[in-house]
């Protein structure tokens, strides 16, 4: 156990990314990380590391009940969900009645998996619930308390469930419960732990002017404990607190961090996926091995922020010492106004929300993870090589270069975005110099559109285009326009658009009927032609065959998401697609694509992609070939 110690800056690292692929490649991912190990320490110690990982892999469940009928506590309670803790497993519970935490409750719905949707920027909000044990979902038809809580945190939430509706109560709620603020770029620091953390930030603070450090230590672990009882041990208070546990041992820095990492990871799986703790987390590794922490924590900063946020804020990052504390603050203002109420919690919200949105003016949105990091990699490793006295410097104004010019997404490409049943598809030229967007799915599929759009650094639209009124396909229209300021905006046949993006809108029907009055656009990119049939019906195909007989194309975007009313024989024989993509939702519920769809194709031997089974669906542009991506991992190239 020795050698699991004075290497437990390994050991944690190694967990972290056994936790990140245990999804998808648990045993590799356990025989990968043993590996590692053995390779550094050379003992028989790799057997308790591989004991250690496959432990992870044990459900955190004894059994699973098939029922739709549920008792046990509520140990979570968030704004639109609450956490269920039975006897057995864990649940996720679908309700906006905010159960009161810690009470124990009976609920009646009907269960189902927990799944989330496929997307290369989505934030897969079931890999977390599973990293928490839970599995499975209910919405519940009633719900009717079994025993009241005497829990602290539990009487708190009834104090504040009690006040008069009213913007008061939802200002403390809104804090105390972590509540997202109306910004733009989702922060770290709006997690209520993060709070809670800044008020012990604010205390240390005050406490350097009143007495010494040693005193300062003990007070610090007292009111810590203390929190980390009341709220019932969450995540940040819990690293915190064993920070300072292990603080008071004999060990060495670097082992008490490996320790305390690794501790947390274990105790919290889902720790890999948090914002906050990832964040403090880099902080605390720059502090004990950087040189210069104060840079080096920046820059590792803002990539966190880019590859979690899908953007960066550098003032916010530069700030971060200073905002905890005022985070600290709007907490305490919280509890002293169900106290007082008087204390005008409202106008401390308002001022918070004040400041954090002007921090938003020095946004650049975009995510490090494209076509354009290994180049930065390598820039990165010249630079180091030199071992000039700036290098440091120089690395951070690269990476803020290839934010702020999106050079991380080089590449001209087209992706049919998984927005559910709907149609939304994005087409770039190189380095951003020109972007059109046509159609934007449904209303709520706004969030995983503008995570991929603002993760390719996008700032405004050349040409936007909705083929048609229906909601899935012009659901989001305003945002667009609000959002993404759109040079051109077409809702109806068009002439042809665009320099670098050429689109040719082919359907020259226009009367009452919206699908066969439907835009279909053609398009060439990088030798390849795509064309997009919008909700365009078997009519409109007809009229198209009959005009552009001799029309052909690579990928075809089926009508009406793999309808029936589309994809007729003739104008496939025609078109002749090399590869069909299909933009739908659930099968289940709206019967797309339909069978006789499908049928067509494969008796034609016309491969096909669905966005519901292989997630966002993305052709990028490389010289002499084009790369297909999905984002549930299939690859294939497409000849130029």
Not at 470 to 497: C, F, K, R, V
Not at 581 to 601: A, Q
Request: aromatic share 10%.
């Amino acid at each position: 156990m020795k050698i699991l110690a004075e290497n437990s800056i390994l050991l944690s690292f190694l967990i972290f990314f056994f936790l990140q692929a245990k999804e998808t490649l648990p045993y590799t991912a356990a025989v990968s990380c043993t590996a590692l190990w053995f390779l550094k320490s050379k003992d028989h110690s790799w057997m308790y590391v591989l004991l250690l990982l496959l432990s992870l892999l044990m459900p955190f469940s004894k059994s699973f009940d098939a029922s739709g009928t549920l008792e046990g506590n509520v140990i979570a309670s968030r704004e639109k969900y609450a956490v269920l803790q039975t006897d057995s497993e864990r649940f996720l519970l679908y309700t906006e009645d905010r159960p009161v935490l810690d009470s124990r409750i009976r609920v009646q719905g009907s269960l189902s998996r927990l799944n989330s949707a496929s997307g290369f920027y989505r934030f897969n909000f079931a890999k977390y619930c599973r990293l928490q044990g839970i599995r499975r979902c209910l919405k519940p038809e009633f719900i009717i308390v079994v025993k009241e809580t005497n829990s602290a945190r539990g009487l708190l939430q009834r104090k504040v469930d009690a006040m008069p509706a009213g913007d008061r109560q939802s200002c403390i709620r809104k804090i105390l419960y972590g509540g997202s603020t109306d910004l733009e770029l989702r922060s770290f620091l709006q997690d209520s732990s993060i709070s809670t953390v800044g008020i012990l930030y604010l205390t240390d603070f005050l406490l350097r002017w009143i007495t010494d450090e040693q005193k300062r230590n003990r007070i610090g672990f007292v009111i810590t404990l203390l929190a980390a009882c009341f709220w019932k041990f969450p995540l940040l208070l819990t690293f915190r607190l064993l920070g300072m546990l292990l603080k008071r041992t004999p060990l060495h820095r670097s082992v008490r961090l490996g320790l305390q990492f690794s501790l947390i990871q274990i105790l919290y799986p889902y720790a890999v996926l948090n914002a906050g703790f990832l964040m403090a987390a880099s902080y605390r590794l720059c502090s004990c091995f950087s040189r210069e922490p104060e840079q080096d924590s920046r820059l590792l900063g803002m990539m966190l922020q880019s590859c979690l946020f899908k953007a960066v804020n550098p003032v916010q990052i530069c700030l971060y010492r200073m905002l905890l504390p005022l985070m600290g603050i709007l907490h305490l203002s919280a509890l002293t106004a169900l106290v007082f109420p008087w204390f005008p919690v409202a106008d401390v919200l308002k001022f918070t929300d004040q400041v954090l949105s002007f921090l938003n003016w020095f946004v650049l949105p975009g995510s490090m993870l494209g076509f354009g990091l290994p180049f930065f990699l390598l820039l990165i490793i010249q630079i180091l090589k030199r071992r000039t006295e700036h290098c440091r410097r120089l690395i951070l104004m690269l990476f803020l270069m290839f934010q702020l010019l999106g050079l991380f997404h080089p590449l001209a490409e087209i992706t049919f975005i998984n927005v559910g049943q709907g149609d939304s598809i994005l087409i770039r030229a190189p380095l951003n110099q020109e972007n059109s967007l046509i159609d934007t799915g449904r209303p709520g599929q706004w969030n995983a559109l503008h995570n991929l759009l603002q993760a390719k650094g996008i700032r405004r639209f050349q040409t936007f285009i909705t083929t048609h009124p229906d909601s899935d396909h012009n659901g989001s229209m305003e945002q667009i326009q609000s959002s993404y300021h759109p040079d051109s905006i077409w809702t109806a046949h068009h002439p042809p658009l665009g320099k670098r993006i050429r689109l040719t809108d082919v359907n020259s029907i226009s009367n009452d009927n919206e699908n066969q009055s439907s835009i279909v656009d053609a398009l060439q990119m990088n030798g390849m032609s795509v064309l997009c049939m919008g909700d365009a019906d078997r009519i409109t195909e007809e009229q198209i065959a009959k005009e552009f007989n001799r029309m052909t194309c690579d990928i075809l975007k089926l009508s009406h998401h793999g309808s029936k009313t589309g994809s007729c024989g003739r104008f496939l024989d025609t078109v002749q697609p090399q590869l069909a993509v299909i933009s739908c939702g659930d099968y289940g519920i709206y019967h797309h694509p339909s069978p006789e769809t499908i049928h067509r194709l494969l008796e034609r031997h016309i491969p096909y992609l669905n966005t519901q089974e292989d997630g966002d669906i993305s052709i990028f542009c490389l010289p002499g070939r084009n790369l297909l991506l999905t984002s549930t991992g299939k690859i294939a190239i497409i000849k130029a």
